[in-house]
C-alpha cells in the first residue's frame, strides 16, 4: 500500500517536556509480548480471570443503516449480543473476556484497526509512521498533550476565543496563552506568523511558543471553520517557526450544507468524501500535527472514547502516559462501538451515519438561522452562517449600548444582556467567557448560541427572546 512509500515523520525530542521524556514503558505492560509465545503459561501480569467476571453477554439495539431515526430504530434497529467467550468460540473477533480484562494502553486491537482503517479513508495522512491510539474523548487527550509537549510557563498558540475547557486544563498547569486573531474562517495566518516574528523572550518571561491548539471545524466557541487554503496557509507558518499543532476536531464531520446555497447534498459516499475539508493530518508531509478525534459528537459523549492519530514517535509517548493513567477506554464501550462500528455497520454503514448527522445539523442550523432572521434586531445584531459545529456566534456592537455613553466598561454591558436574556427565559454564553488570553482588550462583544441542544421549536423561542432583552437593553421599538 501507498503508506509504505510515503516519507517518514519529522523528530519532535526538542519539543517534548521533561516529563514526557522521563517516562519509561510500563514493565507489566512491556511483558505481554512474551504472552504470545505458543505454550507461555503466565504467571505474570495481575489480570483477574473472566471466571470472575459478573457479565455474562451484553446486548445493544442500534439502527441498521441507512435508516438512522430514533423511530426506525425502534421498529426495525437490529439487536446485537456480545458473549462472553465468542471469541474461542468462533462467533466473534471480540468478545467480553477480552474487553473487560487489562489490555494495552492504545486500546483493544480490534477498535485501533477499525480506527486506523477510517483514518486512511478520511485523512490519507502523506507519512508513513503514523498511528492511532485510543483515549477517553478529547479532553483528557488535550490534558496529556499538554503535559507532553509543554514545561510551565511555556507559551502556546491558539485562537483568540476558544474553547473554555481546553483553557482551563492549561492554565493550572502554568501554560499561558499567545492569542491569535480571527476572521470568520478561524485563526488568523499573518497575525500568528507576526505574533512569533516578533517575539520578545524577555518581555514575556518565555521562549517562543512551539505548540498550537485548534478547531479547524466549527471552532467552538466562534463556529469559524478554515477553508482548505486558510489550513495550507497556517501549516506553513508553523512550518516557518518550528510549530507542531494539535487540532481538536469533535466537529469535523458536523460539516454542513452551504447555508441557503440550493445545492444538494452529497449523494453518494464517494461525493461526502470529497467535500469534506481537508484536515491538518491530511496535508502533514512533516508529521508535525497531532489530531484528536472523538466520538462524543458524532455517536454520544458517554461513550468516553476517541482517539489521537500521529507520527509513532508522539503516540508511542501518549501510550506510555496511558499506561500510568487512565490505560485505554472502558471495554464496554470498546466491545459496543466495535459491535456497532465494525461487525454492523462496517466503514461504509458508518460513512452513511456520518451523512446523516451532516444532514441532522444543517436542518438545525438552518431553523437558528431562520429565528435570527425573524426575531433579531439587524441594528444590534450581525452572524454569519456557520458552515460546522454546533455554534451561532452572534456579535453585538455594544458601544451602540446606552450604557456606554454613561461610561459602562465591556463586561459591564456584557452582563446586563446576558442578565436581560436569562430575565426572559433564554439562556446563552457570554462570549468573554472563551477569552483565551484575559489580559488582552476586548474590542467586540459576542454572544454563543448552540442549535444542538434543544428541541427546533424551543431554540426558535429562545431566539425569540433574546431578541426582545436586546432590544430592551438597547432601548429599540419592537
Ligand atoms: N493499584 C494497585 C495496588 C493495583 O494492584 C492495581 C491493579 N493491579 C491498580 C491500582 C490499577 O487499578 P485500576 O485497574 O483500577 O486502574
Ligand atoms: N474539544 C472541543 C473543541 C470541544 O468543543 C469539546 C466538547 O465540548 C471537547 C473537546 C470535549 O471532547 P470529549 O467529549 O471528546 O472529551
Not at 73 to 101: M, P, Q, R, Y
Not at 301 to 330: C, D, K, L, M, Y
Request: proline content about 6%.
Amino acid at each position: 500500500p501507498a503508506c509504505f512509500t510515503r516519507p517518514k515523520a519529522k523528530r519532535w525530542d526538542h519539543h517534548l517536556s521533561l516529563e514526557a521524556k522521563s517516562r519509561k514503558p510500563s514493565s507489566l505492560k512491556g511483558a505481554a509480548k512474551f504472552l504470545s509465545r505458543p505454550g507461555m503459561i503466565s504467571l505474570g501480569g495481575g489480570l483477574p480471570s473472566s471466571e470472575t467476571f459478573p457479565f455474562e453477554e451484553m446486548s445493544i439495539k442500534v439502527p441498521r443503516a441507512p435508516k438512522f431515526s430514533e423511530a426506525e430504530t425502534h421498529v426495525s434497529g437490529t439487536t446485537i449480543t456480545a458473549g462472553k467467550h465468542d471469541i474461542k468460540e468462533g462467533k466473534s473477533l471480540f468478545d467480553l473476556e477480552v474487553a473487560l480484562n487489562y489490555g494495552q494502553s492504545v486500546g483493544f486491537a480490534q477498535m485501533v484497526r477499525f480506527v486506523t482503517e477510517h483514518t486512511e479513508i478520511i485523512h490519507e495522512p502523506p507519512y508513513s509512521d503514523w498511528y492511532c491510539c485510543l483515549t477517553v474523548g478529547n479532553t483528557m487527550a488535550w490534558d496529556a498533550t499538554l503535559r507532553i509537549f509543554c514545561e510551565r510557563g511555556d507559551y502556546i498558540l491558539t485562537e483568540e476565543y476558544a474553547f473554555a475547557s481546553a483553557l482551563e486544563t492549561a492554565a493550572p498547569l502554568g501554560i499561558r496563552i499567545a492569542a491569535v486573531k480571527m476572521d470568520e474562517q478561524g485563526l488568523l495566518p499573518e497575525d500568528m506568523d507576526e505574533l512569533l516574528s516578533n517575539w520578545d523572550e524577555k518581555a514575556r518571561g518565555a521562549a517562543k511558543p512551539h505548540l498550537l491548539y485548534t478547531v479547524p471545524s466549527g471552532q467552538n466557541p466562534t463556529g469559524a471553520t478554515q477553508s482548505a487554503q486558510r489550513r495550507q496557509e497556517v501549516y506553513k507558518v508553523c512550518q516557518r517557526h518550528d510549530i507542531f499543532i494539535v487540532e481538536d476536531e469533535p466537529y469535523y464531520f458536523l460539516q454542513m450544507e452551504p447555508y441557503k446555497a440550493g445545492v444538494p447534498p452529497p449523494s453518494s459516499r464517494e461525493e461526502f468524501l470529497k467535500v469534506l475539508l481537508p484536515s491538518f493530518l491530511k496535508i502533514d508531509v512533516d508529521g508535525r500535527v497531532l489530531r484528536l478525534e472523538s466520538f462524543s459528537k458524532v455517536l454520544s459523549p458517554g461513550t468516553r472514547t476517541g482517539w489521537i492519530v500521529g507520527s509513532e514517535q508522539i503516540v508511542e509517548r501518549f501510550a506510555r502516559h496511558f499506561e500510568s493513567s487512565n490505560q485505554n477506554p472502558s471495554g464496554f464501550s470498546q466491545l459496543a462501538l466495535f459491535k456497532l462500528l465494525d461487525e454492523e455497520w462496517g466503514h461504509a454503514g458508518y460513512l452513511d451515519w456520518l451523512m446523516h448527522m451532516r444532514l441532522y445539523y444543517t436542518h438545525r442550523r438552518d431553523a437558528l438561522l431562520e429565528a435570527c432572521e425573524k426575531y433579531l434586531p439587524r441594528e444590534v445584531t450581525s452572524w454569519v452562517p456557520p458552515s460546522a459545529g454546533m455554534f451561532q456566534w452572534i456579535e453585538v456592537p455594544w458601544k451602540k449600548h446606552p450604557g456606554y455613553a454613561q461610561g459602562k466598561s465591556h463586561a459591564e454591558i456584557e452582563e446586563a444582556i446576558f442578565l436581560a436574556s436569562v430575565d426572559r427565559g433564554a439562556l446563552l454564553s457570554r462570549g468573554s467567557w472563551f477569552r483565551s488570553d484575559k489580559h488582552m482588550a476586548e474590542d467586540k462583544m459576542f454572544f454563543r448560541a448552540t442549535f444542538a441542544a434543544a428541541p427546533t421549536d424551543k431554540m426558535q423561542e429562545a431566539i425569540k427572546r433574546f431578541g426582545d432583552a436586546l432590544r430592551a437593553e438597547f432601548g429599540l421599538k419592537d
